[in-house]
């Protein structure tokens, strides 16, 4: 049973504009979480990651928000740029060292 | 150039032929974990090594072996694939236990026919 979904496989922003990404999980034991960036051909890159004691961790024009009772956690992008274009997986990690992935979402920054 | 290294980039092979997966990574990282990226189920954890001489089972962990027997080394052996291990793999390594910062290979795409 996946424990981290991302239940949009797709979605497209116009350059500029904001893009959000969003992450449902089950696993109450989960206590971090990242988001992992990937293009064509090449292996996930980390992007950003949320300890489950905060609420929001931001570096420059990503942000994450995390929120516990709902289980949800998402990832803004803002401005979006094409370069953004790529596939986002989250990942949620256990304190016993296992690491869950989501499907991944493709985004696409028209320019 | 920090990196982790797999190779083959593209293997295919038949049913029941024994292959084996390289990994190297050249940052001194403790941790190391293979992971096979399938349509609709996204990156799943095949086995992880927290250290040399210490592996453990991840995810998905059926069909496949590692050993550990270098920091930098992680090879990930299918003793005889069959056709539901096609996929794309990777390999990763972190610096320590909380995998924050995972470096990924670029894959390897494996086809049992």
């Known amino acids: 049973d996946q424990q981290v979904k991302q239940n949009s496989p797709s979605l497209s922003v116009q350059e500029g504009r904001i893009s959000i990404l969003n992450c449902d999980y089950t696993n109450s034991m989960f206590d971090y979480f990242l988001w992992y960036k990937k293009y064509p051909a090449e292996g996930p890159t980390f992007l950003i990651s949320i300890s489950s004691i905060k609420d929001k961790n931001e570096d420059g024009r990503f942000t994450v928000f995390l929120n516990k009772s709902a289980k949800h956690l998402s990832l803004h992008i803002v401005p979006s740029q094409p370069g953004d274009s790529a596939v986002y997986f989250c990942?949620?990690?256990?304190?016993?060292?296992?690491?869950?992935f989501g499907t991944g979402t493709r985004l696409t920054v028209i320019p | 150039e920090a990196q982790v290294t797999q190779n083959p980039r593209y293997l295919i092979t038949v049913t029941g032929k024994k292959l084996t997966v390289t990994c190297s990574q050249n940052?001194?990282?403790?941790?190391m974990s293979w992971y096979r990226q399938d349509p609709g189920l996204g990156l799943r954890q095949i086995y992880y090594?927290?250290?040399?001489?210490?592996?453990d089972k991840g995810d998905v962990p059926e069909g496949y072996k590692v050993s550990r027997k270098e920091k930098r080394n992680f090879p990930l052996i299918l003793e005889s694939p069959s056709p539901n291990q096609t996929s794309l793999y990777f390999c990763?390594?972190?610096?320590?236990?909380?995998?924050?910062?995972?470096?990924f290979g670029s894959g390897t795409q494996l086809s049992v026919l």
């Open positions: 940052m001194n990282h403790e941790y």
């Open positions: 990942a949620a990690l256990t304190g016993a060292n296992n690491l869950f």
């Open positions: 990763a390594s972190s610096l320590d236990r909380n995998n924050e910062k995972l470096f």
């Open positions: 090594s927290m250290n040399v001489e210490v592996t």
